[in-house]
Structures are given as structure tokens and as C-alpha cells.
């Protein structure tokens, strides 16, 4: 019996956002009517419809007439979860919204999951993905070679608001095991893209993260490289250490003695000295073969990932030593294959047990109506709907130690652990800021048997604990499940690897770039020039969502079962998970797209434009939609030397797209925008990452907040990944300094001020 196997949940959601976060739940066994309108699903024809819908029953319901609304509505009072994506003010129209339906069903959470914000002029456009990573800026965070906007040919902040959704629905089933009562649960596209872009929409004193030219990456140390052969890797070589390996394994370690460099990292940062240092690189990487490279780094102990193609990946032994790969039966497609459940839960694992099905009318009928509620207090309760969870968080960089800061924004209490000398991801200033919101931080030797014995103190008072060390790490320190539930059985432990515990890479060290390469993603990306390195950290921060997900799904069996469990998750399931529309296989299948260097979009209806004085989107869908953008741009008639549907499938480089862009470089952005929108063209501006920090539609949307860093003055990051209307959550915390609460929390754990200062004193413990 898994997790969520007594929960019910009618999805109204079309797409890839809200599908994908009901397809999470359901993998655990959440009863799932998917409700369609008389059309279908608006992308029912893309591969990954089967994916994000598998697990999962069909009816079709036509909420625009007497009957079909109210059918739902019945639906709805017999549920647990009821989730939609419609724009703000639809559900008011229907009488669908919150207020409306809790009402009737006050144990109901009513998840609304708006394709962009809940406010202003961008949260009427109809949902699409390239629009939305233009509005919020992730167009322009990511690097390229002319300072354009970037088209990412994955949906990546739709898989990013799928994944952030699935965590907030699950924290707000774990809060009414407490209460008995349901509450609004709203997460919306800007949510999503705080997800993802939780360093990137970080600025402290005027500084910001800003793009750089090319696509390869920013550093030597962490960068794609080609070889003699003419194929690309990845070195990931982030950390001191592994970089020193990587220069002593490919000769070039008298680099360390260069003038400014003087042994120290972070000198090699310093732009003048790294353009020294890449050039070096460049050339010596050209000496030799990828395969002979490989073979070298491999022996160093360097993290490193040749780039590949995600056809094999998904077909290869990684992704079968995960079980990420799952085949199903179709009645007319033949053998699909799909994603399979990229967290494991050791007590209540998830599943994938076959493609949607279409429910029978009398078997929705027969479901009974939720159970009446207990008494409780409806006020709003502050703190968040996992508030008295205690986590403590033994992470580094993104994949692991962004996962307890998820927790903490739904209201949890997490202790980061860190070593004496901190996380080493702590150097990366904004990104450590931006990935560590809501902790406080406790520095402690764990490698002396007194400072492991101040670990099994808290544990035995705390609920969660996560790590993401390398495959045997955990049973060498003793902070394994089996170690940690002998203390206290109730303990939920969670591990993040690179690669997984099993299969031929699994002991190797695993980064964010070396899936993105070794996973297709750069190179699909990248089409026929060279691969591109994402600037979002697609796999960590999958990842770290992915795991928040678990921790939460386990806290939630717990509740039945009185025991904790062991958690596991990896990098390499979430590099198929956040290309699962892409890897859904069957024979025929249309081709996933791809793209190139400065990709500005696929087509000429769907890219982005300059104007005057900045860029925008368009993303036309329809042939009304061309033909009024024709007129919008005062040139009727484009409209007559060709189709509709021919201007549909024009290239986004080509004669179309050259007469839009000649048009469009003529007007100021605001002008354009009036011009296309007054016409119904869905269009946006390409924000620029300065102006995410200044824009009244990001603000009205409550995007950003601002905290005052004790070194650092003041520093602006995203505020939240969800909202609730009985359990506001947020971050209690900035991100620490290194042992900043030490004393604090040992305090607040029992340790008597004597036994603190003799911790201190003998350098187990660090206090700030």
C-alpha cells in the first residue's frame, strides 16, 4: 500500500504543469480523475500526454453547460484535492474557486496552479512556456554568444510549477492529518520559476547574476570543452580539489604557480586569469580524443560527462539501473515506454501501473462523499502548513541542501549541519544565498565520535533527515537510515545521489551539467551547432524538488504507518523526469525539437522578436491568431501569400520571421505589445534580468523579498514556492552564516550551556 492510496483527486488541468503534478501524486496511488473538456486536453497530440496522465482515470465533462458543471461540482464534494490551472477570474465565473467549493466540502484543498500570476496584465495569456520564461526573465539568464534571448526547447519551468505543485498539495495533506480541514493552496507560474531560478533572481547591493557571452559556461573549472575527435564533454570540476585533479591529471598543473593564481582557487576566477587558464585548457583538450580524456579524468577521480544523445540515455544502463524506464501497452500505439517513479520510498513506493484510462460513468458515481470534518479552528494559522516538522539538512551545493529550503518555506524548522569550515558550495555567493533561504546553521565535526554523538541527539527529537553524499558515504559516517531509525524509528531519512546506488557510474560524482550532457540536453539544445550548458540547473533543482516531494510523502505515510523510512533519489531520474515529454517513446512518434546556438524560438510564429528598445514573445497557435498579428503589425496583407496553417509551421529563421522582425524593429516594445495584444496575440515582454528587481507586474505578484545580510547589506531573493489561505508559510530565515545559531539550536535541543562551551571549546562545535 502506498502513501496516498485513500486520497482522491480531480484534475481539471491541461498541459504539462498541472497533469505532471497530479501524475506524481497518482504514481504514489492517489485516486485521480482527470476531467477533459469535449476537445481534450489541449496538448492530448504531444507524446507526453501519455506520461503525465498515466495512473489516472478520463471523463470528459463540458464545464461550460448546466449538466457538466454541475457533475463536477458533485465530483469535487466527494474529494480530497481538486486541482486547476484556469486563468484568474475563470473559477469566480463558474463558481469553481475556493470559497465557492470549501464551503461545501470544508476538507476539500483547492490547488489552483495560474499559468503565470494571480494578478496583472501577463496572468491573462494563455498558457505557454516560452512566453512565460520570457516575462520572468529566464530567457535572458541564460548565456548566449550575442546577448539574445534564449527559446529552452524543454519545458523546463512547466516541469519546475508540475514538481513545486506536487510539494504544496502534499503539505497541505500532511497539515489536515492535524487540523481535519482543507484550505486554497495557490502556486503559481512565478512560483515555478522561483524553483528553478532561486539563484538567478537573487541580487544583493546592486549585483546581480547576470549572462555571459557563449554557451559553453562561464569558468575553466566548470565548462564545456572539445576534443581532437570533435566531440564535447563536460568538466565538472567544482570544488578546489577535483579542479587541482583535473590540471595535475591533463598536465597543466603549473597553472597553479602562475602569477595571481599563487595555488589559490579563487584567483582562477578572476576574469584576466581565467581567460589565460580556459585558452590553455581549450588547447589541450584538442590534443587527444574524447574517449581517451574520459579514461584520464576517470582514473584522477574528475567529475566529468561526455555529451550524448537523449535517445541513449533513456534506452541506456543508468536509466534502467533507476527503473526510470517503464514500458506499457497502448491499444493503438503498440509499446510506449515512459518515466518511471524517480523517488524511492523503501516502505510505500510509488508505481507506475498503467496508461490513463477512460473511468466509467457508474464507477465515478458510486465514489462516496468525503468524510465530514472534525471541529477546528478555520483562522489562519501562521508558521505553514509543515510547521513542527524539524529537518535537519546535511546537503551541499543545490541538489541536496535545496530541498530542506523548500521545506522550510512550507513552514518546517531546518537545521543545516554544516562542516568547521562550511558548505563548499558557500563561495558561489548569490546561489548559496538564494538555495539556503530559511535555515539556520549549526557547525559541527562529525568526524569525531563527540560531534556524531551531538548528531544522534537531535536526531532523536527530529523527523527528517537528508544528505546527498556519494554511494557508501552515509554507512562509513553512520548517518544511514538503518544507523538513524535504531535512535529513533520514527526518522525519515533521504539521500540525493548523483547517479543512483546502483549501476556502473553510481560511485562516481555527479553535477548538474554532467546529466544535462550525458542526458541529451545539451546537445538537443544545441541541434546541429554545439551543445549548450543551461543555465538553470535543471537536474539540481529537480532534484532538490523531487526530494522535498519524497520527505513529504513519507511524513505523510507516517501518519498511517507510526514509522519512518528511507528515502532515495538521484540526478540522472530527474534528467529523464524533466525531459519526460521528450523521451516518451513509441514507434512513430514525432521527432522532439531541438535547437541551436542563440535559438530564439522554433518558428516564426513562436520566438523571440527585437524592438526598439528591447525584446518580446509571440507564440501563435491558431490561424486566427497569425492573421490578426498581421494586422496588428499593419500588414494585412502578409495574411493572403500564404495560409494560415503554412504560417504555422514557418521555420524561425526564414522569410516569415524576417518580415515580423523588420516589422517589430520599428516599434518600441510597449507599442508592439499594445499593437498584437489589443488583437489577441499572445505576446510578452523578454525580461531583462535588471528588470525582474523593478517590474510592477513581478511585484504585484509578491515575486521578490527583501532581507538585510549582516556582511552583505541588503539582499533581494524570491519569496515563496506556494500560498495558503489558512497556513501562510514563507522563509522565518536568511540564509545563515557558517554556525551562525550553533549555540541556539543546542540550546534548544537540551545541551546545557556548559556542555555548549566545552563543544566550542574543543572545536566540535563552530559559533558565528
Request: hydrophobic share 40%.
Amino acid at each position: 500500500m502506498s502513501a496516498y492510496r485513500d486520497i482522491r483527486i480531480i484534475d481539471f488541468t491541461q498541459g504539462v504543469a498541472g497533469p505532471m503534478a497530479t501524475m506524481l501524486l497518482a504514481d504514489f496511488e492517489a485516486d485521480v480523475v482527470k476531467v477533459e473538456p469535449p476537445a481534450g486536453d489541449r496538448m492530448k497530440d504531444h507524446p507526453g500526454y501519455l506520461c503525465w496522465n498515466r495512473n489516472k482515470r478520463r471523463m470528459v465533462l463540458d464545464l461550460h453547460r448546466y449538466e457538466g458543471l454541475h457533475a463536477a461540482r458533485e465530483l469535487i464534494a466527494g474529494a480530497d484535492v481538486a486541482v486547476f490551472d484556469a486563468a484568474p477570474g475563470e473559477l469566480e465565473r463558474l463558481g469553481l474557486d475556493a470559497a465557492t467549493v470549501c464551503a461545501a466540502n470544508p476538507r476539500l484543498i483547492h490547488a489552483w496552479l495560474p499559468p503565470y500570476g494571480t494578478t496583472g496584465r501577463w496572468s491573462q495569456l494563455p498558457p505557454d512556456d516560452g512566453l512565460l520564461t520570457a516575462v520572468s526573465g529566464c530567457s535572458f539568464l541564460q548565456f548566449s554568444y550575442a546577448g539574445t534571448p534564449v527559446h529552452l526547447i524543454t519545458p523546463q519551468v512547466s516541469y519546475g510549477h508540475a514538481t513545486i505543485s506536487a510539494n504544496a498539495i502534499a503539505a497541505a495533506l500532511i497539515e489536515r492529518t492535524r487540523s481535519g480541514i482543507g484550505q486554497a493552496v495557490t502556486v503559481s507560474g512565478l512560483n515555478a520559476v522561483a524553483s528553478v531560478q532561486s539563484a538567478g533572481a537573487t541580487k544583493m547591493e546592486g549585483i546581480m547574476r547576470q549572462g555571459r557571452v557563449g554557451s559553453r559556461g562561464g569558468w575553466p573549472h566548470y565548462r564545456l570543452y572539445e576534443c581532437a575527435d570533435g566531440k564535447w564533454f563536460f568538466l565538472g570540476s567544482l570544488t578546489a580539489p577535483f579542479f587541482f585533479k583535473a590540471l595535475e591529471a591533463v598536465g597543466l598543473i603549473d597553472i597553479l604557480g602562475m602569477e595571481g593564481v599563487e595555488g589559490e582557487f579563487t584567483n582562477l576566477l578572476q576574469p584576466a586569469i581565467a581567460k589565460v587558464v580556459l585558452e590553455r585548457m581549450e588547447a589541450r583538450f584538442k590534443e587527444k580524443p574524447r574517449e581517451e580524456w574520459m579514461q584520464i579524468l576517470q582514473d584522477a577521480g574528475v567529475p566529468k560527462g561526455p555529451v550524448g544523445i537523449r535517445e541513449e540515455w533513456f534506452a541506456g544502463e543508468t536509466v534502467a539501473a533507476n527503473q526510470m524506464r517503464v514500458e506499457l501497452e497502448h491499444p493503438k500505439l503498440g509499446t510506449v515506454a515512459v518515466t518511471g517513479v524517480s523517488a524511492k520510498l523503501a516502505a510505500t513506493p510509488g508505481s507506475v501501473r498503467h496508461l490513463m484510462k477512460d473511468a466509467q460513468p457508474a464507477e465515478i458515481a458510486a465514489l462516496p462523499a468525503s468524510a465530514p470534518s472534525s471541529p477546528a479552528d478555520t483562522a489562519a494559522a501562521p508558521g505553514g502548513p509543515l510547521a513542527g516538522i524539524k529537518v535537519i539538512d546535511l546537503g551541499a551545493f543545490i541538489a541536496g541542501t535545496f530541498a530542506p529550503a523548500i521545506l522550510a518555506n512550507l513552514g518546517a524548522t531546518v537545521i543545516k549541519i554544516e562542516p568547521l569550515d562550511g558548505d563548499p558550495f558557500r563561495p558561489y555567493g548569490l546561489s548559496f544565498f538564494g538555495h539556503n533561504q530559511g535555515k539556520r546553521s549549526l557547525a559541527l565535526d562529525m568526524k569525531t565520535d563527540e560531534g556524531r554523538e551531538v548528531f544522534y541527539e537531535l536526531v532523536l527529537k527530529c523527523d527528517v533527515v537528508l544528505d546527498n553524499y556519494r554511494v557508501g558515504v552515509r554507512e562509513r559516517l553512520g548517518v544511514d537510515y538503518a544507523s538513524l531509525a535504531a535512535i529513533n524509528p520514527r526518522i525519515i531519512t533521504c539521500s540525493v545521489t548523483g547517479y543512483g546506488p546502483e549501476g556502473e557510474l553510481s560511485r562516481d560524482p555527479g553535477f548538474d551539467p554532467l546529466m544535462q550532457a550525458r542526458s541529451g540536453m545539451m546537445a538537443a539544445q544545441g541541434g546541429d551547432d554545439e551543445p549548450i550548458f543551461h543555465q538553470i540547473a535543471v537536474n539540481d533543482s529537480a532534484s532538490a524538488m523531487m526530494a522535498a516531494f519524497a520527505m513529504q510523502t513519507a511524513l505523510y505515510a507516517r501518519e498511517r504507518t507510526g514509522l519512518g523510512q528511507e528515502v532515495q533519489t538521484c540526478l540522472a531520474s530527474q534528467s529523464v523526469l524533466f525531459q519526460s515529454g521528450e523521451v516518451t517513446w513509441y514507434e512513430g512518434r514525432p521527432p522532439a525539437p531541438v535547437g541551436g546556438l542563440d535559438f530564439i524560438g522554433p518558428r516564426a510564429l513562436q520566438r523571440h522578436y527585437e524592438c526598439s528598445d528591447g525584446w518580446l514573445a509571440v507564440s501563435c497557435s491558431t490561424p486566427e491568431q497569425y492573421q490578426h498579428l498581421c494586422v496588428g503589425l499593419g500588414h494585412g496583407e502578409w495574411a493572403g501569400r500564404m495560409t494560415a496553417e503554412q504560417a504555422l509551421r514557418e521555420p524561425g529563421k526564414g522569410a516569415l520571421a524576417d518580415l515580423i522582425a523588420g516589422a517589430l524593429a520599428g516599434f518600441t516594445r510597449d507599442d508592439a505589445l499594445d499593437r498584437l495584444l489589443a488583437r489577441g496575440v499572445p505576446a510578452a515582454p523578454t525580461t531583462r534580468v535588471e528588470e525582474i528587481f523593478t517590474d510592477p507586474w513581478i511585484a504585484a505578484n509578491n515575486f521578490l523579498r527583501d532581507y538585510v545580510h549582516p556582511e552583505l547589506g541588503v539582499v533581494t531573493a524570491i519569496r515563496g514556492y506556494a500560498d495558503y489561505s489558512r497556513t501562510p508559510g514563507g522563509f522565518a530565515y536568511r540564509a545563515p552564516l557558517i554556525g551562525e545559531q550553533s549555540a541556539e539550536i543546542l540550546a534548544e535541543f537540551g545541551f546545557s550551556d556548559e556542555r555548549i562551551r566545552h563543544l566550542v571549546a574543543e572545536g566540535i562545535v563552530r559559533q558565528a
